[in-house]
């Protein structure tokens, strides 16, 4: 089959004119996006009307009519678009002659490499199966004439319509619940990092399911923006066809540097931002739309059963219920009160979120729309009440994510806010992180509205999970950048120069607890001491404790567990004990536990390793706490490490420390390790053992298993990663070099970490693994044969080995 593109058969008139005549179209620089889609719209019509004429001629077939319907019948042919077309006929011509008739018009498009949905139907059989299926209904809603008998279609139009809006009780709720499973089968388009612009919530889907929705004459999408946002949307799925050459919705990562760039914007940061906010209007209106036709099929129900089972709820329609002053519930929403002036009641805003949020309402849209248009801007600093009202809306829960989109949707938020604007649909593109910048930040407040009561300022807590991002929109790093916006903000919304000073160090600090709890030595004194020394006072780290937490479990699945939030107690109850008075010790005195002297003893009395496991349920997966001792000498790390991963072991997280046990001769390593399986069950303790033994006399070759099971399974197209980042951190700890390896995690990591590290003659004291997402930050604590920390241009050498021994 031949595509398009390559068909450029000037001499004939027909199907090679039409590809020559769309392959100029298509690479003409000067015109794009809706021109270009009616242009080519165009450019079929002619074509097909061309191939229908002459074929229903020589066939001798009348009564009939070839119709465009789905989007080539709204006119909007993007590159690469099917083409959806109904051979209408009135049911008169021989069936041999319609079937020969529509082989004339199918296969030169197939023959051009076009896809095709195609049917051949009467108008009864067209309607009958619109009756039967809602997809057909939608699609012949927009049907448009391209060849033969008009009348033939006008007739199926007027009654399809008529079908249509008679039937919009049952089918409007079809549609709704059609609209909310392909939105939880392809996720929300405004936080993926490869979105599909067709089928995701948001997408050019939902844009056509509100089109039907006004055809019905029972409800309306709000049109501010929604056009814009349409054609915004299809104008990058058609330069996404003509970066990749094919059919596609999908806007994989390393297509959207080339798409931003055809569509003239800076990068693929700027793409996906245009992308999220056209997204964000048409899943909005989509929202407002579906309250608005439950509201009118709820008032349309005649009997108390069926209203029953629509789900009305609050306040019965007609009715007003105070919430709030000038705000009122109204048949489900929050709504101004009639005696409600905008213009003379600057708080009334936020006194609007903050009632909905609390009472679970939603806002309504002419209210919001009413605000921004007439409301009175606040001064700066906030008056008491304004400020209020924002911590109540901030500290409702689930009910703050709708209000404050809502609000934010009408630009009501930015102008509350002015540095909001920068983080507003900004994307993210660690896949660690569920949502946009701007949405983290409203999810980590409801995060932090279940810890209220944890601190002892729960104001400065909701406005700090708020701002702990807010330095995203800025270059440089997010949290320096932060913490000034922080404190001009807090300024703004009247808190004092004390807690505004929280605030930016809040901001300022917010990774540090779990940075270091996860890459640092918490043994060793200068690592509670330079946490102490950041946090200041008890009462900030209470909140910061609590923020750590409200923003890793906003961030996404991967960003906390038990595992985490047990390392972070523990530096937390460490640095609450130096705050509240109790000395740093100089030197680290980690006392072994029973388990560890009991392994340590029982390796040196063998000399040969050995291990404790303890498996264990936790919220995010099925863990296994491993224990290692094995008498001291080359190459532990590595092979343990190498072990692990030929058992298909994740590393979540490890620590490794020598022992000396009184009375006993010789040193023993001790290493625990938190892993999970990659799929099936644990293996077990004696085979891990077995093998381990192997490794360490040579017998078997872990490097050699671990390159061949990587070689059997090539890595899919897709983004290249950077390459892995070793640096040497300076002033972290007086006992070690701290070596900071960041790298995308793979099969045998810290193996060859392990190794590299060995080659370079150094000793690891110990080893933090931190591995979010794909990427993996692993810290390990080295030093001399001699136990003492590298001299920097030794570190300098060994942080070069081990990059060159990674990449």
Same mark, same amino acid.
């Given at each position: 089959?031949?595509?398009?593109?390559?068909?450029?058969? &000037?001499?004939d008139?027909?199907?090679?004119?039409?590809?020559?005549?769309?392959?100029?179209?298509?690479?003409e620089?000067?015109r794009?996006?809706?021109?270009?889609r009616?242009?080519?719209a165009?450019?079929?019509?002619?074509w097909?009307?061309?191939?229908?004429?002459?074929?229903?001629?020589?066939?001798?077939?009348? @009564?009939?009519?070839?119709?465009?319907?789905?989007?080539?019948?709204?006119?909007?042919?993007?590159?690469?678009?099917?083409?959806?077309?109904?051979?209408?006929?009135?049911?008169?011509?021989?069936?041999?002659?319609?079937?020969?008739?529509a082989?004339?018009? =199918?296969?030169?498009? =197939?023959?051009?490499g076009?896809?095709?949905?195609?049917s $051949?139907?009467t108008?009864?059989?067209?309607?009958?199966?619109a009756?039967?299926?809602?997809?057909?209904?939608?699609?012949?809603?927009?049907?448009?004439?391209?060849?033969?008998?008009?009348?033939l279609?006008?007739?199926?139009?007027t009654?399809?319509?008529?079908?249509?809006?008679n039937?919009?009780?049952?089918?409007?709720?079809?549609?709704?619940?059609?609209?909310?499973?392909?939105?939880?089968?392809?996720?929300?388009?405004r936080?993926?990092?490869?979105?599909?612009?067709?089928?995701?919530?948001?997408g050019?889907?939902?844009?056509?399911a509100?089109?039907a929705?006004? !055809?019905?004459?029972?409800?309306?999408?709000?049109?501010?923006?929604?056009?814009?946002?349409r054609?915004?949307?299809?104008?990058?799925?058609?330069?996404?066809?003509?970066?990749?050459?094919?059919?596609?919705?999908?806007?994989?990562?390393?297509?959207?540097?080339?798409?931003?760039?055809?569509l @003239?914007?800076?990068?693929?940061?700027?793409?996906?931002?245009?992308?999220?906010?056209?997204a964000?209007? $048409?899943?909005?209106?989509?929202?407002?739309? =579906?309250?608005?036709?439950?509201r009118?099929l709820?008032?349309?129900?005649?009997?108390?059963?069926?209203?029953?089972?629509?789900?009305?709820?609050? !306040? +019965?329609?007609?009715?007003r219920a105070?919430?709030?002053?000038?705000?009122?519930?109204?048949?489900?929403e929050?709504?101004?009160?009639?005696?409600?002036?905008?213009?003379?009641?600057?708080?009334? +805003?936020?006194?609007?979120?903050?009632?909905?949020?609390?009472?679970?309402?939603?806002?309504?849209?002419?209210?919001?729309?009413?605000?921004?248009?007439?409301?009175?801007?606040?001064?700066?600093?906030w008056?008491?009440?304004?400020?209020?009202?924002?911590?109540?809306?901030?500290g409702?829960?689930?009910?703050?994510?709708?209000?404050?989109?809502?609000?934010?949707?009408?630009?009501?938020i930015?102008?509350?806010?002015?540095?909001?604007?920068?983080?507003?649909?900004?994307?993210?593109?660690?896949?660690v992180?569920?949502?946009?910048?701007?949405?983290?930040?409203?999810?980590?407040?409801?995060r932090?509205? !279940?810890?209220?009561?944890?601190?002892?300022? +729960?104001?400065?807590?909701?406005m700090?999970?708020?701002?702990?991002?807010?330095g995203?929109?800025?270059?440089?790093?997010?949290?320096?950048?932060?913490? &000034?916006?922080?404190?001009?903000?807090a300024?703004?919304?009247g808190?004092?120069?004390?807690?505004?000073?929280v605030?930016?160090?809040?901001?300022?600090?917010?990774?540090?607890?779990?940075?270091?709890?996860?890459?640092?030595?918490?043994?060793?004194?200068?690592?509670?001491?330079?946490?102490?020394?950041? $946090?200041?006072?008890?009462?900030?780290?209470?909140?910061?404790h609590a923020l750590?937490?409200?923003?890793?479990?906003?961030?996404?699945?991967?960003?906390?567990?038990?595992w985490?939030?047990?390392l972070?107690?523990?530096?937390?109850?460490?640095?609450?004990a130096?705050?509240?008075?109790?000395?740093v010790?100089?030197?680290?005195?980690?006392a072994?536990?029973?388990?560890?002297?009991?392994?340590?003893?029982?390796?040196?009395?063998?000399?040969?390793?050995?291990?404790?496991?303890?498996?264990?349920?936790?919220?995010?997966?099925?863990?296994?706490?491993?224990?290692?001792?094995?008498?001291?000498?080359p190459?532990?790390?590595?092979?343990?490490?190498?072990?692990? !991963?030929?058992?298909? *072991?994740?590393?979540?997280?490890?620590?490794?420390?020598? *022992?000396?046990?009184?009375?006993?001769?010789?040193?023993?390593?001790? *290493?625990?390790?938190? %892993?999970?399986?990659?799929?099936?069950?644990?293996?077990?303790?004696?085979?891990?053992r077995?093998?381990?033994?192997?490794?360490l006399?040579?017998?078997?070759?872990?490097?050699?298993?671990?390159?061949?099971?990587?070689?059997?399974?090539?890595?899919?197209?897709?983004?290249?990663?950077? +390459?892995?980042?070793?640096?040497?951190?300076?002033?972290?700890?007086?006992?070690?070099?701290?070596?900071? %390896?960041?790298?995308?995690?793979?099969? @045998?990591?810290?193996?060859r970490?392990?190794?590299?590290?060995?080659?370079?003659?150094?000793?690891?004291?110990?080893a933090?693994?931190?591995t979010?997402?794909?990427?993996?930050?692993?810290?390990?604590?080295?030093?001399?044969?001699?136990?003492?920390?590298?001299?920097?241009?030794?570190?300098?050498?060994?942080?070069?080995?081990?990059?060159?021994?990674?990449?």
């Amino acid at each position: 089959m031949t595509s398009v593109e390559d068909n450029t058969d &000037t001499s004939d008139p027909g199907t090679g004119g039409y590809a020559a005549a769309r392959l100029r179209l298509l690479h003409e620089e000067s015109r794009s996006g809706p021109s270009r889609r009616s242009a080519l719209a165009g450019l079929t019509d002619d074509w097909l009307n061309a191939l229908f004429t002459t074929a229903a001629r020589e066939i001798g077939v009348r @009564g009939a009519a070839l119709v465009a319907v789905g989007g080539y019948g709204r006119g909007e042919l993007s590159p690469r678009s099917d083409l959806d077309l109904l051979l209408l006929h009135d049911g008169k011509a021989a069936p041999a002659d319609l079937a020969r008739l529509a082989d004339r018009l =199918w296969y030169p498009v =197939w023959d051009l490499g076009l896809s095709l949905d195609h049917s $051949v139907r009467t108008p009864g059989e067209a309607r009958k199966t619109a009756a039967e299926d809602l997809k057909v209904h939608l699609g012949l809603l927009d049907a448009r004439p391209v060849a033969g008998d008009a009348g033939l279609l006008a007739g199926l139009r007027t009654s399809v319509l008529a079908d249509w809006r008679n039937q919009a009780a049952k089918r409007l709720p079809q549609l709704h619940a059609l609209c909310r499973e392909r939105a939880e089968r392809s996720g929300e388009l405004r936080f993926l990092l490869e979105p599909d612009l067709k089928e995701a919530r948001g997408g050019l889907r939902d844009a056509a399911a509100l089109r039907a929705v006004a !055809a019905s004459w029972l409800a309306d999408a709000p049109r501010e923006g929604l056009a814009d946002a349409r054609r915004r949307l299809l104008d990058t799925r058609d330069a996404l066809h003509l970066v990749t050459g094919r059919a596609g919705d999908r806007l994989a990562l390393q297509e959207q540097a080339q798409v931003a760039a055809r569509l @003239g914007l800076a990068d693929a940061d700027a793409l996906l931002r245009e992308v999220y906010e056209a997204a964000r209007t $048409v899943a909005y209106a989509a929202d407002v739309t =579906w309250r608005e036709v439950g509201r009118v099929l709820r008032a349309r129900a005649a009997r108390p059963r069926l209203r029953g089972l629509l789900g009305g709820r609050g !306040a +019965p329609a007609g009715e007003r219920a105070p919430l709030a002053e000038g705000v009122v519930e109204s048949d489900g929403e929050a709504v101004l009160a009639l005696a409600a002036r905008p213009e003379r009641d600057p708080v009334l +805003p936020l006194r609007l979120g903050a009632a909905a949020a609390q009472a679970g309402l939603p806002v309504s849209l002419h209210a919001v729309r009413r605000l921004a248009a007439h409301g009175r801007p606040l001064p700066v600093p906030w008056p008491g009440e304004a400020r209020e009202q924002l911590l109540t809306l901030l500290g409702a829960g689930e009910p703050t994510v709708g209000v404050w989109e809502a609000l934010e949707a009408e630009g009501i938020i930015s102008a509350l806010l002015p540095d909001w604007e920068r983080v507003r649909c900004r994307p993210q593109r660690n896949p660690v992180h569920t949502w946009t910048v701007d949405r983290h930040l409203v999810e980590t407040a409801v995060r932090a509205s !279940a810890m209220t009561r944890r601190v002892g300022r +729960p104001d400065l807590l909701l406005m700090a999970a708020l701002l702990h991002d807010i330095g995203k929109g800025w270059p440089g790093d997010h949290s320096v950048v932060g913490e &000034t916006i922080a404190r001009d903000t807090a300024l703004r919304v009247g808190f004092d120069a004390a807690d505004a000073d929280v605030l930016g160090a809040l901001v300022r600090h917010h990774l540090l607890l779990v940075e270091t709890a996860t890459r640092r030595d918490l043994d060793d004194p200068a690592t509670v001491r330079a946490v102490a020394e950041a $946090v200041g006072s008890p009462g900030t780290l209470e909140l910061l404790h609590a923020l750590t937490e409200a923003d890793a479990l906003a961030t996404g699945p991967a960003a906390w567990s038990a595992w985490r939030a047990s390392l972070v107690a523990d530096l937390v109850a460490r640095v609450a004990a130096v705050l509240g008075g109790a000395p740093v010790p100089d030197e680290p005195d980690p006392a072994p536990s029973a388990e560890e002297e009991r392994l340590a003893v029982e390796a040196l009395r063998t000399g040969e390793p050995v291990l404790a496991l303890h498996a264990r349920q936790e919220e995010d997966a099925v863990g296994v706490e491993l224990a290692v001792a094995v008498p001291d000498q080359p190459g532990v790390l590595p092979a343990v490490a190498g072990v692990l !991963a030929l058992h298909r *072991l994740t590393v979540r997280a490890a620590d490794l420390r020598s *022992l000396e046990l009184p009375d006993r001769l010789g040193e023993v390593l001790v *290493l625990r390790w938190r %892993v999970a399986a990659e799929y099936g069950s644990l293996p077990e303790a004696a085979r891990l053992r077995s093998d381990l033994i192997r490794v360490l006399d040579g017998s078997l070759d872990v490097s050699a298993k671990l390159a061949e099971r990587e070689a059997a399974y090539p890595r899919r197209r897709g983004v290249v990663p950077p +390459p892995p980042r070793v640096r040497a951190v300076p002033g972290v700890s007086s006992l070690a070099t701290v070596l900071e %390896v960041r790298a995308p995690d793979a099969v @045998g990591l810290l193996h060859r970490i392990g190794r590299a590290l060995e080659g370079a003659g150094v000793r690891v004291r110990s080893a933090h693994v931190s591995t979010l997402g794909a990427n993996a930050v692993d810290s390990l604590y080295v030093t001399t044969a001699e136990g003492k920390p590298l001299a920097p241009s030794e570190a300098t050498k060994v942080t070069e080995a081990l990059a060159a021994a990674l990449s």
